[in-house]
T-cell receptor
Framework: DADVTQTPRNRITKTGKRIMLECSQT?????MYWYRQDPGLGLRLIYY???????NKGEISDGYSVSRQAQAKFSLSLESAIPNQTALYFC?????????????FGDGTRLSIL | QQQVKQSPQSLIVQKGGISIINCAYE??????FPWYQQFPGKGPALLIA?????SEKKEGRFTISFNKSAKQFSLHIMDSQPGDSATYFC????????????FGTGTRLKVLA
């Protein structure tokens, strides 16, 4: 089983719909992240959480919200989806010990908004 | 100051050749520089990483060269193989006391058989 699991893997929906992307991890890491990947733009940070009580905005948080339900679960919501939120979304985790801990990524959710 | 500039955007190399991908950063507070490899349909996976106290790190066919004064670092893939065909991302981390990554825009590498 994958250490970082994202569901769904693919989603097609319509403008204005509310969407939730879910991430769960079995690595026991405290830190979790949501990224968005667009061609030519790399990976951009949407939100991150250093523990269950800590939620922080990343560089592109507008139009998104998150919930850290437990150490192992971090979900991303689009309250009212718009077409320019069509992208590949990744969840990642990292450990807390020291600087420069590697981030471990899930296999992504491909989201299309019509 | 938070940007990491990566080049080239795409790269085609013959089997057995050397692939070189370059990254440059502005913020001297960065202190961790990883490279990630991503295959289609998969998430990025850590390939190799370096701290600024060394100028080079080698793991198998993969080498990071780091030039602190120029604020540049590069990934060299020796004896490139078709299985190395993937998208590569550089990143920088450690600024402002957080562990957030700033990623480069990615390089799509294709190794011809």
């Amino acid at each position: 089983d994958a250490d970082v699991t994202q569901t769904p893997r693919n989603r097609i929906t319509k403008t204005g719909k509310r969407i939730m992307l879910e991430c769960s991890q079995t690595k026991g890491h405290d830190r979790m992240y949501w990224y968005r990947q667009d061609p030519g733009l790399g990976l951009r940070l949407i939100y991150y959480s250093f523990d269950v009580k800590d939620i922080n905005k990343g560089e592109i948080s507008d139009g998104y919200s998150v919930s850290r339900q437990a150490q192992a679960k971090f979900s991303l919501s689009l309250e009212s989806a718009i077409p320019n939120q069509t992208a590949l979304y990744f969840c990642a985790t990292s450990d807390t010990t020291g600087v420069g801990q590697p981030q471990h990524f899930g296999d992504g959710t491909r989201l299309s908004i019509l | 100051q938070q940007q990491v500039k990566q080049s080239p955007q795409s790269l085609i190399v013959q089997k057995g050749g050397i692939s070189i991908i370059n990254c440059a950063y502005e913020n001297t507070a960065f202190d961790y520089f990883p490279w990630y490899q991503q295959f289609p349909g998969k998430g990025p996976a850590l390939l190799i990483a370096i701290r600024p106290d060394v100028s080079e790190k080698k793991e198998g066919r993969f080498t990071i060269s780091f030039n602190k004064s120029a604020k540049q670092f590069s990934l060299h893939i020796m004896d490139s193989q078709p299985g190395d065909s993937a998208t590569y991302f550089c990143a920088a981390s450690g600024a402002s006391g957080t562990y957030k990554y700033i990623f480069g825009t990615g390089t799509r590498l294709k190794v011809l058989a």
